[in-house]
């Protein structure tokens, strides 16, 4: 698991272009957040940052859904399975 906070900007999409098949939870205040692809154009370079939010970042499907144990919605625009 990768895990960016927030300032981490670089780094994560860093991890976006070496993960483009992955996942990512798009980290929200007291546990909320949402779930992405890695390729979703709300969270990756150059309109999603870690500017406010940090990201949960996994290589796999079935990784992330174990990092996302809260259930946390799918997004609608890239909708993850
Ligand atoms: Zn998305």
């Not at 895990?3 to 860093?14: C, H, L």
Request: glycine residues 16%; proline residues 6%; hydrophobic residues 25%.
């Amino acid at each position: 698991m990768a895990q960016f906070n927030v300032g981490e900007t670089k780094e994560y999409w860093g991890w976006l272009m070496d993960n483009p098949g992955g996942y990512v939870i798009d980290l929200g205040a007291n546990g909320a957040g949402r779930l992405h692809k890695a390729t979703c154009g709300t969270i990756s370079e150059p309109n999603g940052n870690c500017n406010v939010n940090g990201k949960c970042c996994e290589e796999t499907y079935p990784a992330i859904q174990q990092a996302n144990h809260e259930g946390r919605q799918g997004c609608g625009i890239c909708n993850p399975p």
